[in-house]
């Protein structure tokens, strides 16, 4: 069993930043792969961005490609995700995911533990 806890959300400007943490108990990610998805009121949960634990390799939504960053700490058994040049619609509740097969994929069905969420408000 894993537990997921999302943490760093809050209230920002447009062009500001935030940092968000994802941090694992339970069992450590290891060969995981680590998702982000966020979903805004009335709209279906959408991909972020993703992270291969072994190895590192990276993918990103395309609204957040050259914007958000995501990285991990092995000591720490978390996962950043580096939101800069924040606009109003990136407002969303933002979740954090672990495929423990180790895939990095853009669909939520990938994944088999989530957190509770972060919410992330961007305001004009």
């Known amino acids: 069993q894993v537990q997921l806890v999302e943490s760093g959300g809050g209230l920002v400007q447009a062009g500001g930043s935030l940092r968000l943490s994802c941090a694992a108990s339970?069992?450590?990610?290891?060969?995981?792969?680590v998702g982000w998805f966020r979903q805004a009121p009335g709209k279906e949960r959408e991909f972020v961005a993703a992270?291969?634990?072994?190895?590192?390799?990276?993918n990103y939504a395309d609204s957040v490609k050259d914007r958000f960053t995501i990285a991990k700490d092995h000591a720490k058994n978390t996962v950043y995700p580096q939101m800069n040049s924040l606009k109003p619609e990136d407002t969303a509740v933002y979740y954090c995911?672990?495929?423990?097969?180790?895939?990095?994929?853009?669909?939520?069905?990938?994944?088999?533990?989530w957190g509770q969420g972060t919410q992330v408000t961007v305001s004009s």
């Open positions: 995911a672990t495929d423990i097969t180790g895939r990095a994929l853009e669909h939520a069905g990938g994944y088999q533990y």
């Open positions: 992270i291969k634990w072994n190895g590192g390799s990276t």
């Open positions: 339970g069992r450590t990610f290891g060969w995981s792969g």
